[in-house]
């Protein structure tokens, strides 16, 4: 096993998706297990921070009555509306000073599960010199899935942390796996 330690290097960022209230048991869009992630995405941050790598987290952060929220004609039941204790990130998350909040699915008229979607993010890690994401956190098959594949697509490497992640769905899971592995990701298991 590599451990987050020995896996950072310079060019790399640490990119942490949506370890919120509403997304882990409990939340009004509570993924199995979804708070598993904590104490990994924990060592993680620890082992970025040691290092000098900078440290990403994003936050869904929705209006209420979002657009893909249920009543709205949406996929999903109303989740991390701005301001509310759902959308807080995980009391345990160890989330550094340092640390750069990415604030996405804010627009009115359509949802924005990719931390590189209309953010900027991009154009920032580009200009602090990032080559490569190492990612993790919720949920596997949707905000996970669509921020690797931009990072991909905007050239960067990506590494994703399997332990660090849980999916909506077990099925979506393994889909999102061999989506990731496909378009270039890798996919570590610890
Ligand atoms: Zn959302």
Not at 26 to 49: E, F, K, Q, S, T
Not at 71 to 90: I, L, M, N, S, Y
């Amino acid at each position: 096993m590599t451990t987050p330690g020995e896996l950072f290097k310079e060019g790399d960022c640490l990119l942490v998706i949506d370890v919120q209230n509403d997304f882990c048991p409990g939340g009004r869009l509570a993924i199995d297990d979804g708070d598993a992630v904590v104490p990994v995405m924990n060592r993680y941050i620890d082992a970025a921070l040691k290092q000098n790598i900078p440290v990403y987290l994003s936050r869904d952060w929705h209006p209420a009555g979002h657009v893909s929220f249920a009543e709205a004609g949406g996929q999903w039941p109303p989740h991390c509306v701005q301001d509310t204790h759902g959308a807080k990130f995980h009391p345990d998350l160890k989330v550094p000073e340092s640390a750069m909040v990415i604030t996405k699915g804010v627009r009115f008229d359509k949802d924005q599960n990719s931390a590189f979607d209309e953010t900027g993010l991009a154009d920032k890690l580009k200009n602090d010199g990032i080559r490569r994401v190492v990612v993790g956190g919720l949920a596997l098959d949707v905000c996970v899935l669509a921020t690797v594949q931009d990072a991909l697509s905007e050239g960067f490497s990506a590494v994703v942390s399997l332990s660090g992640t849980r999916p909506v769905t077990p099925e979506g899971g393994g889909a999102a796996i061999e989506k990731m592995k496909a378009a270039g990701a890798e996919v570590i298991p610890d």
